[in-house]
């Protein structure tokens, strides 16, 4: 074979990769378009099973799952640890495929009616490419979490297509607040408005609950988000939904300012930001500067990545790692009133 014969051979066939490649894509985008596919509602007296998909429980008593179990119970519903809920590989609740196998099986299992997860941490996204998307949009069934359930909650609607819910973790200090909110969004399949608390019982202003404009106005879209550096953490791959027309909420802890300011820039660069319509930042527990020559504020950053996109966009929503929040339906289309710091849902979580 002489050069010129083959240099056109690796033509046609550098062509043909690129067909396939392209093909390949429209499949997978296909395939992450999904129609929107809600979970049964939750059955008086049903079954809430309990897994734990991310970090180890800390405590040697296992205390977090006594109260796990207790919190359930009290809520009126039956408690149904998962098999592997006790295991642990380092800081984490047992091996990826224990912690995956756990969760694949409460949703394909016909007695469980809803999961909640015992704790976020970190390690939730080491378990996505072990998930089973097909069964699990199959048996659709609402999951219940947040911080690094964050990743869970991307996946799921990236690559199933349900609903789940931004709320409460099994362990996590159950106070009347968040009982009204469950009752109100899974027993009574409330279309919910989320108004933050007027003030603290102990404030004679309200400061622990107050809301603040970035840009005024209102937007409705379908609710994704969830923690800012988990979510940003899955950038570049296949388990973030599509960001168009979407209403994006985000929360964090412990973060300093300069790594938010790079976290929203992450999300600029991926041009994620500017294809959203509409924005709410709930709480930043601890994200005070560190040590150093200085720091941009909050309000500074904000300034910089959400004031320039000229969308109805709200910071300081009841969201995130505080004693009341509020529990959010992942997947639904939600009205932001930018001026009034609230979220309307627009439709029920429930099919």
């Not at 051979?9 to 067909?19: M, P």
């Not at 694949?104 to 378990?127: E, H, K, P, Q, T």
């Amino acid at each position: 074979m002489n050069k010129r014969t083959f240099l056109k051979s690796v033509s046609l066939l550098s062509a043909g990769l690129l067909a396939g490649n392209s093909a390949q894509a429209a499949n997978l985008s296909s395939q992450t378009a999904l129609s929107l596919k809600k979970p049964n509602a939750l059955p008086s007296r049903g079954t809430i099973g309990v897994a734990s998909p991310s970090a180890a429980t800390a405590t040697a008593n296992q205390k977090d799952i006594i109260l796990a179990k207790q919190v359930i119970e009290a809520l009126g519903y039956n408690a149904k640890l998962a098999p592997n809920i006790m295991a642990r590989r380092g800081h984490l609740a047992g091996t990826d495929t224990q912690r995956a196998d756990d969760l694949n099986a409460l949703f394909n299992d016909s007695c469980v009616d809803a999961i909640f997860c015992l704790r976020g941490g970190s390690g939730a996204a080491r378990i996505l490419p072990l998930l089973d998307y097909a069964m699990i949009r199959a048996n659709a069934k609402p999951l219940m979490g947040y911080s690094d359930i964050t990743a869970l909650h991307n996946a799921l609607l990236a690559k199933a297509g349900i609903v789940s819910f931004h709320g409460p973790n099994a362990s996590s200090d159950w106070n009347p607040f968040h009982v009204k909110q469950f009752k109100q969004m899974f027993e009574q399949q409330t279309r919910m408005h989320f108004s933050n608390l007027p003030k603290a019982e102990d404030e004679l202003v309200n400061s622990q609950y107050l809301t603040q404009t970035i840009t005024p106005g209102k937007a409705t879209g379908q609710l994704i988000g969830g923690n800012l550096t988990v979510l940003t953490a899955l950038a570049g791959s296949t388990y973030l939904p599509q960001f168009d027309g979407a209403i994006l909420f985000l929360e964090d802890i412990d973060e300093a300012p300069y790594r938010i300011d790079r976290m929203l820039s992450t999300l600029k660069l991926m041009g994620a930001l500017d294809k959203i319509a509409g924005f709410v930042f709930g709480d930043c527990n601890d994200c005070s500067p560190g040590n150093g020559y200085g720091s941009l504020t909050l309000d500074e950053i904000f300034a910089d990545y959400i004031k320039p996109l000229a969308i109805p966009a709200y910071r300081g929503a009841m969201i995130g790692h505080i004693k009341r929040q509020f529990i959010l339906p992942v997947g639904t289309q939600i009205e932001l009133n930018a001026d009034t710091g609230t979220l309307t849902m627009k439709e029920t979580a429930f099919s």
